[in-house]
C-alpha cells in the first residue's frame, strides 16, 4: 500500500472523528491493524477496502486514487498488487466488480465481458465470491423433487412415519442448501442450524416419544452460533496480526 493511500485513511478518519480503536470496532480488525495500515506497515485486504469505504461514505476509487481520480463513462479500473496478486478493481454501469490475478498462474481465463483477462471475480453488488462449479452444480440438484418422492414412498408404504410425520423429510431442503453454502463459503454459520435441531427434535419426539427433555437441544442453537462468531473473529484477527 502507498503512503497516498495511507495519509488517505488517516484523512478520512479524523474527518469521522473517529479513533484507530473505533476503526478497528466498526470493521471488525484490530486497532493494531488499523495502525499499521495508517504507518504503511501493511495493506488492507480487499473485504477491509470495502469495509472502509462503506465507513467513510466514499467510493473504493475515492479511497484508493483520491478525489482527483477522474471516472470513465464505461468503466474504472483500479489496481492494487500484493506479493504475487493483482487486485483488479473495476466500476462499471452494470455494478462494481473484482478480479483477482494469480501472476504466478498460467492459465487464466479470458473475462470477456469486461475485457481483461482473471482467474476469479466477485460482484460487490451481490456482497458475496462468485461460485465455483462444484457449487454451482450441487445447488442445482433437484433435492426438493428427491425430497417430494421420498415423501410419497414414505406415505404410501407407510415406513419413516408415513404420511403422520414423514413430511419432516420436507425440513432437509434448508438443510441441504445451507449446508451447501457452507461447506464452500467455509463460514459455519450459513448452515441453517436451528432447522437441523428441529428436524431432530420433531423426529425424536413422534417416533421416540422424547419431547421431554430432548427440548434442551435447543439451547445448543445460541452457542452455535457464538462460537461460529467467535471463531471468524479469532481467524479474522490472526490474519490481520
Not at 2 to 31: C, F, M, P, W
Not at 186 to 209: C, E, H, M, T
Request: hydrophobic share 45%.
Amino acid at each position: 500500500m502507498t503512503l497516498e493511500i495511507a495519509n488517505r485513511l488517516v484523512e478520512y478518519r479524523k474527518k469521522h472523528n473517529l479513533s484507530q480503536e473505533d476503526v478497528a470496532e466498526k470493521i471488525g480488525v484490530s486497532r493494531q491493524a488499523v495502525s499499521k495500515w495508517e504507518r504503511v506497515e501493511a495493506s488492507p485486504d480487499t473485504d477491509n477496502l470495502i469495509a472502509l469505504a462503506e465507513l467513510y461514505g466514499v467510493s473504493l476509487d475515492e479511497l484508493v486514487l483520491g478525489k482527483s481520480a477522474v471516472s470513465k463513462p464505461d468503466a474504472e479500473t483500479i489496481t492494487i498488487k500484493k506479493g504475487n496478486k493483482t487486485v483488479l478493481i473495476q466500476d462499471t454501469e452494470k455494478g462494481h466488480f473484482i478480479h483477482v490475478n494469480d501472476d504466478a498462474e498460467d492459465d487464466e481465463d479470458e473475462d470477456e465481458e469486461h475485457g481483461f483477462r482473471a482467474v476469479a471475480d466477485i460482484q460487490l453488488s451481490a456482497g458475496k465470491p462468485g461460485k465455483s462449479p462444484a457449487h454451482r452444480f450441487f445447488q442445482a440438484f433437484p433435492f426438493p423433487v428427491a425430497t417430494l418422492i421420498a415423501y410419497l414412498v414414505f406415505g404410501f408404504m407407510n415406513i419413516c412415519g408415513g404420511w403422520a410425520y414423514g413430511w419432516l423429510v420436507f425440513l432437509l431442503i434448508p438443510i441441504y442448501y445451507s449446508l451447501v453454502d457452507s461447506i464452500f463459503s467455509k463460514k459455519a454459520d450459513d448452515f441453517a442450524f436451528p432447522v437441523a435441531i428441529s428436524l431432530v427434535y420433531l423426529w425424536l419426539g413422534f417416533d421416540q416419544g422424547l419431547w421431554h427433555p430432548l427440548w434442551i437441544l435447543f439451547l445448543t442453537i445460541p452457542l452455535y452460533y457464538w462460537f461460529c462468531e467467535f471463531i471468524a473473529k479469532l481467524r479474522k484477527k490472526t490474519k490481520e496480526e
